[in-house]
């Protein structure tokens, strides 16, 4: 298949297209970076996320298009125009690509885009799946508008499924580096109350996922991208601790968490206890659905401090 990937060069996006080149896969990348070396099997075409191009001819071509395009949440305060690039960079970059898939004179075949499990506001010890409604709150809001632009190609004949993602990890991006790095100094612990629920995945299940979205004909709609095992904040860094044969023992209380990040802080002091419910109905396979295999095989891997 010809498949094109917006956000190709990122966290997720560059282990993505490596192995759905690996696989066999015509595959170009969409991305204002030219991440890929001339001789490899991977194209870059520049766009800028905002404007029609050069790049439209490869989507007009395309059998599929994953967007992973996106600002990353958590890389400063949220303020009015931090919260603006975050809304911006989803949804008029959704927008653009559906207007795109939209042009095209037969329908695409399937857009994979995606979301996270924000979509769901913070709760309770209610376990929520695919059928749950819309929370409240910023990243609440900005899922639901970014999921509204995609599910626009469905009006084009275009099967759309939306990846509501959790806390990935890895040792090489994403929230886990920065969690492990005070564990390494001895002055690792949960951030409290300690009480809120972590819904996690291996970068490992996530590419899974999407590559069990290709070969899975009747899945469309919200997929939640998490591991089984959702576990609260305390069990999360008391298994890191283990992992790592350090200590959990000095907690981050919310509030100076909330202080010094604003409301950004709130993505650490509360969460959501997410299920895979569609994920595991459909017969996907986790690699790794507990939380310590998950660890042990990132810590594995990871160049010493």
């Known amino acids: 298949m010809k498949i094109v990937v917006t956000g190709g060069t990122g966290f997720i996006g560059h282990v993505l297209v490596a192995e759905l080149a690996r696989q066999g896969h015509d595959v170009v990348v969409l991305s204002r970076k030219s991440g890929h070396p001339s001789h490899s099997p991977i194209r870059c075409v520049e766009w800028d996320a905002r404007s029609p191009g050069h790049w439209q001819a490869e989507v007009a071509a395309a059998d599929v298009v994953i ?3 996106g600002e990353p949440i958590a890389e400063g305060r949220w303020t009015d125009a931090r919260k603006r690039l975050l809304l911006d960079s989803r949804v008029l970059s959704t927008r653009l690509l559906v207007d795109a898939i939209a042009a095209r004179p037969v329908p695409l075949q399937l857009l994979i885009s995606a979301s996270g499990i924000g979509y769901y506001g913070a709760s309770d010890d209610r376990l929520l799946d695919e059928r749950s409604p819309l929370g409240e709150g910023f990243l609440a809001q900005l899922s639901a508008a970014w999921e ?3 599910l626009r190609a469905g009006q084009f004949g275009t099967r759309v499924v939306l990846l509501r993602t959790g806390m990935v990890l890895e040792q090489d991006g994403g929230a ?4 492990m790095l005070p564990f390494h100094f001895f002055a690792g612990g949960p951030v409290l109350p300690g009480t809120q629920w972590v819904s996690w ?3 490992t299940d996530l590419i899974g996922l999407i590559q069990w979205a290709l070969t899975t004909p009747d899945l469309s709609g919200p997929v939640n991208a998490v591991a ?3 576990v609260t904040m305390k069990q999360f ?3 890191l601790g283990q992992v790592l044969h350090r200590p959990s023992w000095i907690p981050v209380p919310g509030l100076a968490l ?3 990040l604003g409301e950004l802080g709130t993505l650490m002091t509360t969460g959501q206890r997410v299920g895979p419910s569609k994920a595991r109905a459909g017969g996907y396979t986790f690699r790794y659905p507990e939380l310590e295999p998950a660890l042990r095989a990132i ?7």
């Open 176 to 179: 886990l580096p920065k969690m």
């Open 258 to 260: 909330r202080l010094a």
């Open 148 to 150: 509204a632009e995609a």
């Open 201 to 203: 995945i291996h970068r």
């Open 228 to 230: 089984p095992e959702a």
């Open 237 to 239: 860094c008391s298994t």
């Open 67 to 69: 967007n992973l395009a």
């Open 299 to 305: 810590v594995a891997k990871e160049k010493p401090v």
